[in-house]
């Protein structure tokens, strides 16, 4: 039975999806033998190109997919990367300011141009800096929380250069705002590995790998980041929350006092500290403890007094004054 043109084109996509390149080619081909204008099967004839390092066989595929159908944008985008490849950089140039005319996605456009300096002139720039442009976009797509938009630039940013630290950082926090925490490891590690000593990236991914419950590896982060920035408070707070679920208490209350002491106003370094000491029966004192404990008290919007009061009142029995002045005082069944 002979196929349908629309039948071919499917079978065709899906040869080409399963890497039978020469199935694919043999039906896009058969489709031109019948439509030479059809603009799918020019483009993807054109497409499978590419993919075999052969720019140039595609630029007139592409070229009449274009002009038989001008309004699918990837069809812009195919033929101006097309031609960059080419180093056509003039006809480059002139495509894309065609395709801006026509409403193409300006970030993915933005991408492109970036590549449009020959590299004999700019060695560096195309593989490592992407246009300011494109970063203050990926910037605003995440500010915005629009992490759909932020992704997809995102990745398109770091397949063409995939040396920019920043784009790596940008990415690992988008999937991790969206609940992917096992993607977000890979582009932490990432981030972190072209730039070993960015303290923030070290916390990002210390916080990434909390998540997924691997707290060895988090405190490891945690603390690298600190030994970058002993000021970093948020590391601080955040492995305070490690060592608290690692069951090292004495030690978390020491990472969340410091965290404090270092940022005043971390509101969120005393709500992990009131969780820690609920329910906690102190043993011995700690004076270190009394000035965030009587400012989360004072304060009274961070946590109930009810629920650390218990707390709080084990803990002041090993004062050594407070000790005496109950001794003092017949106040003694208190300290039992």
């Not at 970063?135 to 920019?164: M, W």
């Not at 029966?281 to 009061?309: C, E, I, M, Q």
Request: aromatic residues 6%; charged residues 20%; neutral net charge.
């Amino acid at each position: 039975m002979e196929l349908s043109i629309d039948q071919a084109l499917q079978q065709g996509i899906a040869a080409h999806k399963e890497g039978k390149l020469q199935e694919a080619e043999r039906l896009y081909r058969a489709i031109l033998q019948s439509q030479p204008l059809h603009p799918d099967a020019n483009h993807n004839l054109g497409v499978l190109a590419v993919s075999v390092n052969k720019a140039g066989a595609a630029l007139p595929l592409f070229k009449t997919a274009l002009e038989a159908n001008p309004k699918i944008e990837q069809f812009w985008l195919s033929y101006i990367d097309a031609l960059i490849k080419e180093k056509q950089f003039d006809n480059a140039k002139r495509v894309l300011e065609q395709a801006k005319k026509q409403g193409v996605d300006a970030d993915r456009l933005s991408s492109l141009k970036g590549q449009l300096a020959p590299k004999t002139q700019i060695p560096n720039a195309a593989r490592v800096n992407p246009p300011q442009e494109l970063l203050n976009n990926l910037l605003e797509h995440y500010q915005n929380g629009r992490f759909s938009d932020a992704e997809k630039l995102a990745v398109h940013i770091t397949q063409d250069f995939p040396n920019h630290q920043f784009v790596w950082k940008v990415l690992g926090a988008v999937l991790g705002a969206t609940g992917r925490n096992s993607e977000a490891v890979d582009a932490n590690q990432t981030a972190v590995a072209l730039s070993p000593q960015d303290s923030a990236a070290h916390s990002n991914l210390g916080t990434t790998l909390k998540e997924l419950g691997r707290l060895d590896d988090a405190e490891a982060s945690f603390r690298q980041a600190i030994a970058l920035k002993p000021d970093y408070a948020l590391a601080h707070s955040n492995l305070g929350v490690t060592l608290k679920e690692l069951g090292r208490l004495d030690e978390a209350l020491v990472s969340y006092t410091q965290a404090i002491a270092l940022k005043p106003d971390f509101v969120e370094a005393y709500l992990n500290l009131s969780n820690a000491i609920k329910n906690v029966s102190f043993n011995s004192s700690n004076p270190k403890l009394y000035p965030p404990l009587t400012h989360l008290l004072n304060v009274g919007n961070f946590v109930r007094p009810y629920d650390v009061a218990g707390s709080i009142l084990s803990l002041l029995k090993h004062d050594v004054q407070i000790k005496d002045l109950l001794l003092k005082n017949n106040f003694a069944h208190s300290l039992n």
